[in-house]
């Protein structure tokens, strides 16, 4: 990771093929996280660009924005969402941010380096602190959010995966 260039940029059309290769590598975990993504990318595009000036919500979506952790302008490492508010069921389970990275690139810093640079974004945005959750088994995910400055708020048992989930508040 040393000597490379990374950036978070905004999902962008020219990364089509990269997005692609990435949510391959999902798929082949189980994980269907991106599966209509790659149905209608051009849709995708256009999706994240409306949800993060609260355009065409559907019922229930909060404005998000989107961001990519690129390596060398053509690297798609890491992905995050930040939801600009909470509604009751981002209150539960999914808080401010959310991010995952690219299943080939994991156990390199990226996890650490993508929610650092998210919160930066939230802080941008007037945030005060912001709600970060991790399923209780992901100790990865968990010890990234606590090296970002997380305080355990308390665990829950998740409606949505029916897992024990780890609610995190980082003061910006």
């Known amino acids: ?61 909060v404005p998000q924005s989107i961001f990519w952790l690129v390596r060398d302008g053509r690297r798609i490492l890491a992905s995050s969402r930040l939801r600009h508010t909470l509604n009751t069921f981002l ?19 990226y996890g650490n380096q993508i929610l650092r640079m998210t919160l930066d974004k939230a802080r941008d945005l007037g945030l005060k602190q912001v709600l970060v959750t991790a399923d209780s088994p992901n100790g990865a995910s968990w010890r990234i959010i606590e090296k970002n400055g997380g305080v355990l708020h308390g665990e829950a048992l998740s409606q949505h995966t029916g897992q024990l989930l780890r609610k995190y508040w980082i003061e910006l």
């Open 91 to 109: 209150e539960q389970v999914g808080g401010h941010i959310g991010y995952d990275v690219r299943p080939s690139e994991r156990r390199r810093g």
């Open 1 to 61: 990771m040393s000597n490379e260039t990374t950036r978070l940029i905004e999902p962008t059309l020219n990364l089509k093929d990269d997005f692609y290769s990435l949510a391959e590598e999902f798929l082949a975990e189980g994980d269907q996280r991106y599966r209509e993504a790659i149905g209608d990318f051009e849709r995708f595009i256009q999706l994240c660009s409306d949800e993060a000036v609260g355009r065409n919500l559907a019922p229930g979506r």
